[in-house]
């Protein structure tokens, strides 16, 4: 196959708003620089559901969408150093080259060498490697893991142990790093520190990935609020020491940040939104400690939304921050996290509680409506 075109099955997306269609697709060969993996598991991430929906700025089809997979390099084009025929590796959405500005700064994990071809939804040529039917589908994040080949940049892959299961590994190319990260790299530029108190909105895999991170930084106090009773047992379950739902648990003249900021005296050191909800981001940063605490926006909110608060809030020493991917450098610190989970001390198993083939993809996107969905990861 090497050199070749291959043609296999994708889930591809011809419009916004429509159910995927399961196609046979041409995949081309791996230019420079480029690498064609074979796509074993994708998970199903809420950021494909909204950019299918036809609310992202940067959506456009066909394309073909996902973006947290596992697989292994079937062939490589001129020039790639980083793998190699048979690894198995990672899909990294947010790449790194090492070399730009951003890669450089030590400041953050946006490197920025091929945002805006990824952002159009082509290869760094500014081309695309898939067809269907005569016509040619766009990629999405640089990594379009509904695919059952796909080709990325070299500096989109991450080489991981073949020992790590693939269908566990994939949830490591988004939700689950995107949490952890936020926890241990990004709050507090360096991650919460011991006895920190926490508040966690939205307990889905991102919001408890981020428990999972406190839990390891020794946070005295984890509070989970969510509008979902199911998610107090799974908050449990993952560390979280109090859990509020906004919805039902509010006394007369009460609103979530006052509750929380009555629970920490005087307020929490981290918040962070793990919702994508605006009015969410308002009150995780009203619900900050003054002088210094910081609220870490994660969720991904609708095209035309907007944050909002008085500034006052900011001038008394509260923050807002936010990041992508957890502010996770995919080369050089996805194998910390996949040593973590094969030792036993990051948990991933536990996060997948619906299964489905590549044929079952549109219902994979249903059970993610489902209050007790964490993840489905999709067999390729
Ligand atoms: P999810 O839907 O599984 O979890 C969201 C949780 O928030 C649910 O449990 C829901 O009940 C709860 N919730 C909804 N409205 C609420 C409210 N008003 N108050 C409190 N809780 C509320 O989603 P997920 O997969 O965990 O992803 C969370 C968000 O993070 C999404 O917006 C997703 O697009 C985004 N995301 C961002 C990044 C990034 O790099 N920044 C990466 C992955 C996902
Ligand atoms: N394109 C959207 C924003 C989507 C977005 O913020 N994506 C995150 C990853 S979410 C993963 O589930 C991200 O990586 N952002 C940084 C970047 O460079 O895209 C919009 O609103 O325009
Ligand atoms: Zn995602
Ligand atoms: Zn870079």
Redesign the pocket.
């Known amino acids: 196959t090497e050199g070749k075109t291959i043609t296999c099955k994708a889930a591809v997306a011809w419009e916004a708003g429509k159910d995927l269609v399961i196609e046979d697709v041409e995949v081309g060969a791996p230019r420079a620089h480029e690498v064609r993996i074979q796509v074993c598991y994708t998970g199903v991430?809420?950021?494909d559901a909204y950019m299918l929906s036809g609310k992202?700025?940067?959506g456009a089809f066909p394309v073909i969408a996902g973006?947290e997979g596992a697989g292994i390099v079937e062939s490589v084009g001129e020039g790639v150093t980083n793998v190699q025929k048979g690894d198995v590796v990672v899909a990294l959405?947010?790449p790194e080259c090492g070399e730009c500005k951003f890669c450089k700064s030590g400041k953050t994990n946006?490197c920025g060498k091929i945002?805006a071809t990824q952002?159009k939804g082509v290869m760094p040529d500014g081309t695309s490697r898939f067809k269907c039917k005569g016509k040619d589908l766009l990629h999405f994040m640089g990594t379009s893991t509904f695919s059952q080949y796909t080709v990325l940049a070299d500096i989109s892959c991450v080489k991981v142990t073949d020992k790590a299961p693939m269908d566990r590994t994939c949830l490591l190319g988004?939700g689950i790093t995107?949490g952890y990260g936020a926890a241990v790299i990004t709050a507090g530029k360096g991650g919460i520190e011991k006895d920190s108190q926490v508040a966690v909105f939205g307990a889905g895999c991102v919001g408890l990935s981020v428990i999972q991170g406190a839990v390891s930084r020794g946070a005295s106090k984890i509070i989970v609020v969510d509008v979902n009773d199911t998610k107090k047992d799974w908050a449990t379950k993952f560390g979280a020491t109090d859990f509020v739902n906004p919805a039902k648990d509010l006394k007369e003249g009460e609103n979530i940040q006052s509750r929380l900021i009555e629970m920490t005296d005087g307020g929490c050191d981290y918040t962070f939104d793990c919702t994508g909800n605006v009015h969410v981001m308002r009150s995780a940063l009203e619900a900050c400690v003054k002088g210094w605490g910081e609220s870490i926006v994660i969720g991904?909110a609708a095209?035309g939304q907007e944050i909002s608060t008085r500034p006052f809030q900011l001038v008394t020493g509260r923050s807002w921050r936010g990041c992508?991917?957890g502010g996770v450098k995919g080369r050089s610190q996805m194998n910390d996290l996949v040593n973590d989970y094969m030792n036993g001390t990051l948990k991933v198993d536990e996060f997948i509680t619906h299964r489905q083939n590549l044929g079952g993809i549109n219902q994979a996107f249903e059970d993610m409506h489902d209050g007790n969905c964490i993840r489905c990861v999709v067999d390729m």
């Open positions: 991430c809420h950021t992202d700025p940067e973006h959405y947010t946006l945002r952002g988004c995107t991904v095209a992508a991917f």
